[in-house]
């Protein structure tokens, strides 16, 4: 378990006018072994110091970190050095060695193992992360996806029992995105891996864990598992984060630029429909459609399953009987649905 106590970590943004940044400010957070934990908020609110401050790359100000029980803040260097091999890290820009082969870059960390160990080990781990084809390649020669696997097979090089990823995912391109956090979701399972993932994007978050905490100005200001911090924001600040990385705040956009998608004819309503806990054993747009005579057209969709459920919404055009619009809207809300009508009606 990884507990954080108290962790106040600052700055120093002006020598002169001796001004202090407090890039961590009082956080405390318990991670549960084998949790995959996301720590999000918007650039600069203090997630990659205090990320930083689990392995001690910085050392807190004050305030205390626990790895399974102990204090690591008070080891005695030499035990600290044993204490980081068991927390792995892996970074937005992956830092491997460039003079270096793949299998030379993953076989760095591996120190006190006979040469056929040293082998034997290294091939292991590249057969983990599926990139043994490239043991005798320079970092220059492969794809961001695949440095990203090198990067992960060094990170586990000791068998750390935690994986610290920064970004990991953030100069990778969707589809890689989604095969690195398929790959990180099945080694938190293979290896019982506690996963703590920074990242700014909300799409990782939902796609990978399973709780998260959201910073901002160096503070944890909420914190839950994903499903309900994402359905039912409590924080301004988060609010203001699930809004903008939605699809659905598009929406604003083409209403400010008189689109023509969202122009109605005569008797149609435009509508925000978000999903908070809603069925997905029935297909609602179809069935409502059929069972209320309405036409339908979605303008916008951004609907995920977390945590095995559904949350988002959508934004659709209704054409049909007016009343038969307002039997819908009843249809819906009983589904816990939330209808807000944009214009029209
Ligand atoms: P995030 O990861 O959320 O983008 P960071 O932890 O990188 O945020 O930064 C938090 C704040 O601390 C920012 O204002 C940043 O400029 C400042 N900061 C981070 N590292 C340093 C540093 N080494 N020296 C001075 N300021 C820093």
Redesign the pocket.
């Known amino acids: 378990m990884i507990e954080l106590e108290h962790i106040i970590k600052n700055?120093?943004?002006d020598t002169n006018k001796n001004i202090s940044?407090h890039?961590v400010n009082d956080v405390s957070l318990k991670i549960n072994d084998g949790e995959i934990f996301g720590i999000i908020?918007?650039?600069?609110?203090?997630?990659?110091?205090?990320v930083r401050c689990i392995n001690l790359l910085e050392r807190p100000d004050s305030g205390s970190v626990k790895i399974d029980g102990v204090e690591i803040t008070k080891l005695k260097p030499r035990d600290l050095y044993k204490a980081r091999r068991k927390i792995g890290m892996i970074f937005q820009q992956f830092n491997l060695m460039p003079s270096r082969t793949v299998f030379q870059n993953v076989a760095y960390p591996l120190t006190n193992l006979s040469k056929d160990e040293i082998k034997n080990k290294v091939r292991e781990l590249l057969s983990l992360v599926e990139i043994s084809e490239k043991e005798n390649n320079y970092p220059s020669e492969l794809s961001g996806g695949q440095k990203q696997r090198v990067a992960i097979a060094r990170a586990l090089a000791n068998d750390p029992t935690i994986l610290l990823c920064d970004e990991a995912t953030s100069a990778l391109d969707p589809q890689t995105t989604g095969a690195i956090l398929q790959l990180l979701k099945d080694l938190n399972k293979k290896l019982n891996l506690t996963i703590v993932v920074?990242t700014?994007e909300m799409e990782v978050v939902k796609n990978i864990c399973r709780k998260a905490a959201v910073?901002d100005h160096?503070r944890i200001i909420e914190t839950g598992d994903v499903f309900s911090i994402f359905s039912n924001p409590k924080h301004e600040v988060t609010k203001n984060f699930v809004r903008t990385t939605s699809n659905l705040s598009k929406l604003e956009i083409l209403l400010r630029e008189n689109s023509p998608m969202v122009k109605l004819n005569p008797g149609e309503v435009l509508a925000r429909l978000i999903y908070i806990y809603a069925e997905v054993s029935e297909p609602l747009i179809s069935s409502m459609s059929r069972e209320f005579n309405l036409e339908i057209n979605i303008i916008l969709a951004d609907v995920e399953i977390v945590s095995g459920i559904m949350i988002g919404g959508t934004v659709v055009i209704f054409k049909g009987d007016r009343e038969n619009i307002l039997k819908a809207f009843e249809y819906l809300k009983a589904r816990n649905v939330n209808v807000e009508v944009i214009k029209g009606c």
């Open positions: 700055f120093q943004a940044i890039a908020g918007f650039s600069g609110a203090g997630k990659s110091t205090l920074i700014h910073m160096g």
